[in-house]
């Protein structure tokens, strides 16, 4: 059984309003880093009786929900505390039919100008990979593979970009111990890894190595280099490109 017209007319209008007060509710803490989450007043509430939610994949009424460094997020928060996204979570009104949707909005102390991610799901099946709405994500901070740190002092810390279909990479790592073939700096999120595999020549301490980042989303080390310093910085590539 499909939804009908009126039903979806419905739900359109009823997603443009939660996405007005989306807005509203996090431009009123300021730009950026004012969001108070325990001022917010939720629009739904999960069959569980809560709009506070630890896990993307768990909600399962229409809604407006908060979430603290919550699982199946757009991206890894890292395990930093404090990190909150707003989502608008729409389940269809007929649950055999249509798509399940979510919309999510991080809000912390690093974007001045919070991004829409989007991903739609199979009722009571797998949701499939976020997506940025916007054109830029803004610069976000990777989780490091095992080993891996940022330099540190006034250097700048690792971080990777979307815009408009290039993905950019900046920061200056360090490895706690030697270098290997194939050593995994970080993983790139779904919406950033590239068709085809990329080649780059970053300067390392002492000379230089051969980076290269994946079609599964992996920066690594392929040869050379040194395990005091890397840097990220100039590594920029289409995603699309084949």
């Known amino acids: 059984m499909t939804q009908t017209l009126e039903e979806l007319s419905y739900r359109v209008n009823s997603l443009a309003q939660l996405l007005d007060e989306m807005r509203r509710r996090l431009g009123s803490f300021g730009s950026p880093g004012l969001f108070d989450p325990t001022t917010w007043i939720a629009e739904g509430v999960n069959t569980s009786g809560t709009a506070h939610f630890t896990d ?6 229409s809604g407006f929900y908060i979430a603290e460094n919550a699982a199946h997020a757009p991206y890894d928060s890292g395990g930093i505390y404090g990190l909150y996204w707003a989502l608008i979570h729409l389940e269809p009104l ?3 039919g249509g798509n399940r949707l979510q919309l999510a909005m ?3 102390v690093v974007l001045t100008t919070p991004v829409l991610y989007l991903r739609t799901g199979i009722p009571g099946g797998v949701w499939a990979a976020w997506q940025p709405v916007h054109d830029d994500t803004g610069w976000i901070a990777p989780l490091l593979a095992t080993n891996w740190s940022n ?3 006034s250097e700048v810390t690792a971080a990777y970009r979307l815009t408009n279909g290039i993905v950019e990479l900046r920061g200056l790592v360090k490895k706690s111990v030697a270098l290997v073939a194939g050593d995994v700096i970080f993983t790139l999120p779904s919406f950033c890894i590239p068709a085809k595999e990329w080649i780059f020549v970053a300067a390392s ?3 230089y190595t051969e980076l290269r980042v994946g079609v599964t989303g992996l920066v690594y080390i392929q040869a050379g280099g040194s395990a005091s310093w890397t840097s990220l910085a100039g590594v920029r590539f289409d995603k699309a490109a084949l």
């Open 56 to 61: 993307f994949d768990t909600v399962d009424r």
């Open 94 to 96: 007929v649950p055999t």
């Open 106 to 108: 991080k809000q912390d």
């Open 151 to 153: 330099f540190g002092g």
């Open 205 to 207: 301490a002492g000379g």
